[in-house]
């Protein structure tokens, strides 16, 4: 595989793939921290 | 009466719906054509780029000016940008609702295709021009249209939890097991590495070309749902502890994620099952338009699947119900869209939905009948669809761009903090964005599609065309400005 294809696939797949699972796991985190607030009633 | 308030029930709730606005048709019909007309690996690098430029940032003003304001696009706008600019938000309104009465059309060619594929006719078709031609210029698109709609009805019929939520919560996965089995059983196909290689070899001198830059923009504008005012419709369910920078994050890479996934099975199997003629197919053959690819193209290549006709049975199979359950998740959010207009100007909700039901049915029978006057629309409303950007871009700055940042992005709820960097995307170049878009398209209208008729306002893809529906549209919206502006904030017994 050429290094271009290779740096390309890294990039691509890095940012949205590795961004969407690193977004994700920052989600899950928060989400459990929030878990314990209760949700303050809506108007 | 007054409606019951209703909210999504969680977070992942909320994601997943959202992740079903923005995934539809076009992350697996028009994503793998345009990378195959742009280069291959030169138009993904851009097309991450402005993933951060374009989409992370409206779909982030979307979010917050639904969850802040409550209201959807016309009380939206109103309250953001102020009251004589809610004809802005009407407008934005419009081009989603326009584009559903066409695209429930599309949804409804998805159902017969899977239909098809269910019987097995699909894989045992000689010639699959003559059924796609046949089916097209006949009238049963009305009837399938006609299904989409009452699918899209029934689910929002149900409500914001057990329609919108659940329906997107059982689907929107469904799809992703789906374009994983597609996915698998396509980069384990003799010769598709030479496929996923072309999807991700980028080469210097089209990189280099500003039209893949504007491409790949485009490509954004369209696919990921920003700049609509759908995700602005749903995130005025959202609970008011709910996140907006890590959610419209989590929505925006979801949705390319799902391009990728697409583009991956759809490189390999057209380099495994049509070697050498596959990409030139893809490039300029029937496989070149998005309809061509998913309703001609591809249907040949299922044929050639090794391991008989119970196996292409399958593959087309399930290949038509991830793209129909794409389709109906989008769907569900144009009709949401409309409705929430209603409702907001005081009409109940269930009066609201027929409304919009049978508007919608009635509208979309001439994209059913034809293809030119569905071409048209796709062409005026898409285009339309960068104004839409375009006004959510101005109202932010109408309102104050750091002022809606602190209250409304990073106010009650938020996760993470949105630093300074959104006041410079938003206010400058989410609007120079737009510019370049409207004046690229035009100016391809002009020296490209239609070099004699482009002004002409009856020519399907002229710029004159635009101009008369757009213009009129606004002339509309503005001369009713303080009718819907009473209608929406000052209802009795409302603020």
Wanted: charged letters at 15%.
């Amino acid at each position: 595989m050429e290094l271009r294809t290779l740096l390309t696939m890294i990039f691509t797949v890095g940012m949205v793939w590795g961004g969407f699972l690193y977004i994700l796991l920052k989600a899950l985190k928060k989400e459990r921290e929030k878990e314990s607030i209760p949700e303050r009633p809506s108007s | 009466m007054a409606e019951k308030k209703e909210f999504f029930t969680s977070r992942w709730g909320m994601i997943l719906s959202v992740i079903g606005i923005a995934v539809g048709t076009g992350n697996i019909w028009r994503f793998s054509r345009i990378v195959a007309q742009n280069g291959g690996g030169s138009f993904l690098i851009p097309w991450v780029i402005f993933l951060f430029l374009w989409s992370i940032p409206l779909i982030i003003a979307e979010f917050a000016i639904g969850k802040y304001t409550r209201y959807g696009n016309i009380g939206g706008i109103a309250k953001i940008a102020g009251e004589k600019f809610a004809w802005m938000g009407a407008f934005i309104g419009f081009v989603a609702t326009a584009i559903m009465f066409y695209y429930s059309v599309v949804t409804g060619w998805c159902i017969k295709y899977l239909s098809q594929a269910i019987t097995g006719t699909l894989v045992t078709t000689q010639d699959h021009i003559a059924l796609w031609n046949s089916f097209t210029h006949s009238y049963e698109p009305i009837f399938f249209h006609f299904i989409a709609m009452a699918l899209g009805a029934l689910v929002i019929y149900r409500g914001v939890v057990s329609g919108i939520e659940r329906t997107n919560r059982i689907l929107i996965p469904s799809l992703l097991v789906i374009l994983l089995i597609l996915a698998l059983r396509a980069v384990t196909l003799e010769g598709a590495w030479e496929g996923i290689t072309y999807f991700f070899t980028p080469d210097l001198g089209t990189l280099l070309d500003y039209k893949v830059w504007l491409a790949a923009l485009t490509q954004n504008a369209w696919d990921t749902g920003a700049g609509w005012g759908l995700i602005l419709t749903y995130a005025c369910y959202a609970r008011q502890k709910e996140d907006i920078a890590l959610n419209a994050s989590l929505t925006a890479l979801g949705n390319n994620s799902v391009s990728l996934l697409a583009g991956i099975t759809i490189f390999s199997t057209v380099f495994a099952l049509s070697p050498g003629e596959g990409i030139k197919e893809l490039i300029s053959g029937q496989g070149s338009t998005n309809t061509g690819l998913a309703f001609i193209f591809l249907p040949q290549l299922f044929e050639k699947l090794p391991g008989g006709i119970f196996v292409q049975g399958f593959f087309s199979t399930i290949f038509f119900l991830g793209l129909t359950f794409a389709a109906i998740t989008s769907l569900i959010s144009m009709i949401e869209l409309a409705v929430k207009t209603f409702v907001d100007m005081g009409l109940e909700r269930r009066r609201a939905l027929v409304f919009v039901c049978v508007l919608g049915f009635l509208f979309g029978i001439p994209s059913a009948l034809s293809m030119t006057f569905f071409e048209n629309q796709d062409w005026v409303w898409g285009i339309g669809l960068m104004i839409s950007g375009g006004f959510i871009s101005f109202a932010i700055i109408k309102h104050g761009t750091d002022k809606f940042r602190q209250v409304a992005v990073n106010g009650e709820g938020s996760d993470v903090k949105v630093g300074k960097w959104y006041n410079v995307v938003i206010s400058w170049l989410v609007p120079l964005q737009v510019m370049v878009l409207i004046v690229w398209w035009f100016s391809l209208a002009i020296t490209s599609f239609d070099t004699e008729g482009w002004w002409n306002p009856f020519n399907t893809y002229s710029v004159g065309t635009c101009v008369l529906q757009w213009g009129v549209v606004m002339a509309v919206f503005i001369l009713l400005n303080k009718q819907m502006v009473r209608r929406t904030l000052y209802q009795k017994g409302v603020k």
